[in-house]
């Protein structure tokens, strides 16, 4: 019988906000966070802020299946937007 070996999966980000979006930005990452942590898998998921206009984010997944869960998810991809037009 072979064993499935299971992997987590760790990403770091770095986002460079723009300058006059950081409330936009911040506000759109606690939505995006909240959310996140309700799917299926997820450890951890972190956000931390340097400086003003710079935030850092790490995302583990519990493994492949979690990962692809979490990018398949349509819950997510509004918030990430929101987040992404504010960068």
Known sequence: MTQE???PIMLKLQ????AGREADFRTNQEAL??????HPGVICYHAHYPSQRVSQWTEIYANDAAFAAHLANNKGKGA???ADRGV
């Not at 986002?15 to 723009?18: E, H, L, Q, S």
């Not at 966070?33 to 309700?38: D, G, H, Q, Y």
């Open 33 to 38: 966070c909240k959310m996140v942590l309700e």
């Open 80 to 82: 990430a937007g929101r």
């Open 5 to 7: 070996v299971l992997t």
């Open 15 to 18: 986002w460079d906000i723009k």
